[in-house]
């Protein structure tokens, strides 16, 4: 049987080798479908591995609350999108914040409320991220400081700590200490920079590096709209991690009258707030890479049929001296399996190379697994099946002797 299959394959070969570049374009139409889905994945691994990684380093006894929605995951990135009011939506305040420290087994507590508005330093930025929080983000987040100090809850002035990008647009020096900006109407005063992190895409769905940092309880009086968009809780004891998630889910619950549009989170469950609509993006790009990987199949099916009609007189001399229906069937199967799993192989290194390069300008490495190469071998297989079977099954079933009276 081994060898009946590896005559197969050789046949299969030397009929591919005898039409050069139609075999390489064909094999092209596959290898860019199988590219655009090994890109796809990849990313979207990377992505993933990237905030996980990002959560162990902070460790296990992280704690987030989020806004949540009852409605289904396309439903809530869609009304996200479509919403001009999507930072009003929170109903955290800072009485949960106050209510959770109070709890056992939590031991740091620092509320996110996220704005945009535009600073006055010795330049301006038209947007910028704001962040209300409290001294807590620093030691819950593990950051360090470049220069200065963090907020403090004693302060007399209003006061400011900005990220390293931030800090050169509005005044060309990550060293702007002392210096003093307009926010809302009010004048802040510099008293530390963030050392550099280089995460946009992180759990807290801030870019550090580019945001500026001040007290919750500041922002809120100068913006009445302002809510907490989230609240990040250091437990004490990760041994009763379940068990204060579940404290402060029915805390809230009842502080709340019942309210239950939020969620608790640990562990692996804390994941990129827009985890959602990364996920939808990528299933919408993989439908639009499967509609060119089924374009290519198309195509192997068209030179497929082709080649059946141009060696009818083979398949026909081949019968003649005792070749089965299966024979002839393995043959025309085997050459378009040829055809795909040889693109389905380009295209795997094909995907990973675009996937380096868009590393090179990212922070999103190439993310390599097992499940992506049996992805690349699995479609590449389907589909030569697929588009291959009724050519195979054309061929198998000529009769021979009409087959043998055939020059074409």
Request: with cysteine.
């Amino acid at each position: 049987m081994a060898l009946l299959l590896r005559a197969h394959y050789e046949l299969a070969k030397s009929s591919l080798r005898q039409n050069r570049t139609r075999s390489y374009l064909t094999c092209l139409g596959i290898a860019i479908g199988v590219a655009s889905i090994i890109l796809i994945l990849s990313l979207m691994g990377s992505i993933s591995s990237l905030i996980s990684s990002q959560v162990s380093q902070i460790g296990s006894d992280l704690i987030v609350v989020r806004p949540s929605s009852t409605k289904n995951a396309v439903d809530s990135v869609v009304d996200e999108l479509t919403s001009s009011t999507q930072y009003l939506k929170s109903n955290l305040t800072m009485k949960d914040v106050a209510q959770i420290e109070k709890l056992e087994n939590v031991t740091a507590v620092a509320p996110l409320a996220v704005s945009v508005n535009s600073l006055q330093g010795d330049d301006f930025v038209p947007s910028a991220t704001v962040v209300g929080t409290n001294p807590n983000f620093l030691k819950i987040q593990n950051l360090t400081l470049k220069s200065g100090t963090f907020l403090r809850s004693d302060a007399k002035t209003n006061t400011a700590v900005i990220g390293s990008k931030l800090a050169n647009s509005l005044y060309g020096t990550n060293e702007p200490i002392g210096k003093s900006l307009t926010l809302l109407g009010e004048r802040f005063i510099i008293v530390g920079v963030l050392s550099e992190v280089d995460d946009p895409i992180n759990f807290n769905n801030i870019d550090l590096d580019s945001a500026l940092f001040v007290s919750a309880n500041v922002l809120n009086t100068i913006d009445n709209s302002l809510q907490i968009q989230q609240i990040n809780i250091r437990a004490t004891n990760t041994d009763k991690i379940e068990e204060t998630v579940d404290t402060i889910r029915e805390n809230l619950i009842a502080a709340k009258s019942g309210d239950t549009n939020f969620a608790v989170l640990h562990g692996d469950s804390i994941t990129h707030p827009a985890g959602t609509l990364f996920s939808i993006i990528s299933g919408i790009l993989s439908i639009v890479a499967g509609i060119s990987l089924i374009v290519g199949g198309i195509g192997v099916m068209n030179i497929m049929l082709v080649s059946v009609s141009e060696r009818t007189h083979e398949i026909g001399v081949r019968k003649a001296v005792g070749a089965s229906f299966g024979n002839i069937f393995l043959q025309f199967l085997f050459e378009s399996l040829i055809l795909t799993l040889t693109g389905g192989t380009f295209g795997l290194i094909l995907g990973y190379t675009l996937a380096f390069f868009i590393s090179l300008i990212t922070p999103f490495a190439p993310f390599i697994s097992w499940e992506i190469f049996a992805v690349a071998f699995g479609t590449s297989l389907a589909t030569g099946t697929i588009f291959g079977l009724y050519p195979a099954i054309k061929a198998a079933r000529k009769n021979p002797i009409s087959a043998l009276k055939f020059w074409g």
